[in-house]
């Protein structure tokens, strides 16, 4: 599990993040210590920090990004990461999904600790460190931890910089700076903001307190595609991958016919009859198109003649089988993974944002062979965001807003009244009872 941790200065990213270290046995990973641990060690790297420090500027996005590659790729530390403090721009958020890529890698969760200025300011001002041990108080809240701190109170000091003006302009520094990555980042299923306004224990088991998933109950049936509909954030994504047993369950079944999956290894499911294609394909994009199916083949003992049937539903990829998945169009990569899921023999198929990032074109592609698996007996878990084709495809509509299964209707419901879909997903239709258009 990967993580991405945002704040502003005094949001409580770094109790939060320590919690997460401490729950989940991840690495922390802070820009700041890596650039210093680089000057201590008197690397070559580390020398030329010095230099560039030693003058006022700014370190390079270069040398920042390959300092964060060696922790990426670096096994001791693979799917384990929390990262602090970057990325601090969009270049480097990019950099960050291309590594990660690279070594078959993704982010798992955003989180984005989202604090007032106001309240920044009160807690700021009323911060104090001991300048003995480190550790830090905040003189409004924690009256009885004071007086029963070990050290003697004449350590406990305040940083010339905690004043008013100070705290307003590094928070307003920091917002500026970071607004255009969060930006980038907020359309993400695994991107959840936090309210910490409020006092937050811990957020590492359920995100601020709040359950991603509450009493979902749903079946799919053969040959079926249910739409899983909501906003971002809603649990979709999360929801198939606790199907997956990516994510665990606190309580309740997951079934497919009598075995229960909510007992098995993550790499067992498969295994069952339940192909996954996640959100970013997550390919092996070193491997060829067709080591990439025999993979799906040889997780399930499956025969060539599934990964005959699964090529005939894409035809373009017999002239791609030689070809490094990692150099296909995005548009073939979505084929690719849709392809190596079918070469499970799957009953049931659980998709994420199929069409993420493809041209219209591809997405009705795309669609199309959704469409194809139905009559094979096939059925489908679809959470997508582009509104028509899922109205188009789906048997069934069903909306979840904040990990709860709100409501289930059918399609043509839902073009003769459209209100749910702005009502959960946020979007209004341009025509009522007719061929639908939606924005």
């Known amino acids: 599990m990967n993580i991405v941790i945002f704040g502003s200065p005094g949001a409580g990213k770094g109790t939060q993040a320590q919690n997460i270290v401490n729950k989940f046995n991840l690495y922390q990973v802070s820009t700041g210590d890596l650039l210093r641990n680089e000057i201590n060690n008197k690397s070559q790297t580390g020398k030329k920090i010095e230099h560039i420090i030693s003058k006022g500027d700014f370190v390079t996005d270069d040398i920042v990004n390959s300092l964060i590659k060696k922790i990426v790729i ?55 460190i001991c300048e003995k041990c480190n550790k830090t108080f905040n003189e409004f809240k924690d009256e009885k931890q004071i007086e029963k701190h070990a050290c003697e109170k004449k350590y406990l000091i305040k940083r010339k910089d905690d004043n008013k003006e100070s705290i307003i302009t590094r928070y307003d520094e920091y917002m500026n700076k970071t607004k255009p990555v969060l930006d980038f980042y907020s359309s993400r299923s695994y991107f959840y903001e936090i309210d910490g306004n409020e006092k937050i224990e811990e957020i590492s088991s359920s995100y601020a307190q709040v359950r991603v998933l509450s009493s979902v109950s749903l079946n799919v049936k053969e040959g079926e595609v249910l739409g899983l509909l909501g906003r971002n954030g809603a649990g979709k994504s999360t929801l198939l991958k606790s199907i997956m047993g990516l994510v665990q369950i606190d309580s309740g079944t997951i079934k497919l ?7 098995k290894l993550a790499h067992e499911i498969p295994k069952c009859g339940i192909g996954y294609i996640p959100q970013g394909r997550r390919l092996f994009p070193e491997l060829m198109v067709e080591e990439n199916l025999k993979m799906g083949l040889y997780a399930r003992n499956s025969s060539n003649e599934v990964l005959d049937w ?33 070469c499970l023999e799957p009953k049931y198929i659980l998709m994420d944002e199929p069409s993420e990032g493809l041209m219209p074109k591809l997405i009705e592609t795309i669609f199309d062979i959704v469409e194809k698996l139905k009559s094979e007996k096939v059925g489908v878990l679809l959470v997508e965001q582009k509104i028509e084709g899922t109205l188009r495809i789906s048997d069934r509509i069903v909306f979840l807003e904040n990990g709860i299964l709100k409501e289930e209707t059918t399609p043509q419901q839902l073009i003769d009244n459209p209100e749910p879909l702005e009502k959960y997903v946020g979007v209004k239709s341009h025509t009522k009872g007719r061929s639908p258009s939606f924005a």
């Open 257 to 263: 016919d009598d075995v229960v999956l909510s007992n």
């Open 310 to 342: 699964a090529l005939s539903l894409f035809p373009v990829l017999k002239t791609r089988l030689k070809q490094k998945s990692g150099t296909l169009s995005g548009g073939e990569q979505q084929m690719l993974a849709t392809a190596r899921a079918l």
């Open 74 to 128: 670096n096994t001791n530390y693979r799917n384990r990461i929390i990262f602090d403090g970057y990325p601090r721009n969009i270049n480097q958020a990019e950099n960050l999904e291309i590594i990660l890529k690279s070594d078959n890698q993704s982010i798992n969760f955003i989180l984005y600790l989202k604090v007032s200025r106001d309240i920044i300011q009160k807690r700021i001002l009323g911060r104090m």
